[in-house]
């Protein structure tokens, strides 16, 4: 599922597109942005420490520049997937004059 949410009073540091886009952090273990790490193989749920997720770095959300392409929330490997996308609606913007 590619879908995503659009943040309008944000816009990219970079590019200062605006609206961005972002869409909840899909590494299955974050929860709110930290991960529970266990010491040991008995990982019981609360005994763990948590740890800042690197795909969202503690955010609970990804959030990325649907102009330029650029990661604003974590991980680069991400980068990819957030063009991939955008391809898929490039067709909206291809219908729209480029300046
Ligand atoms: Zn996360
Ligand atoms: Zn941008």
């Given at each position: 599922m590619d879908d995503y949410e659009v943040e309008y009073d944000l816009s990219c540091p970079d590019c200062g597109h605006s609206p961005l886009h972002s869409r909840d952090c899909i590494n299955l273990f974050c929860e709110d942005g930290y991960i529970e790490e266990f010491?040991?193989?008995?990982?019981?749920?609360?005994t763990g420490y948590e740890v800042k997720c690197q795909e969202c770095k503690g955010t609970g959300v990804e959030r990325w520049c649907p102009k330029c392409g650029a990661n604003l929330s974590g991980d680069k490997r991400m980068d990819e997937q957030f063009r991939e996308i955008e391809k898929l609606d490039e067709g909206y913007y291809k219908s729209e004059p480029q300046i």
């Open positions: 010491l040991d193989d008995v990982e019981i749920p609360g």
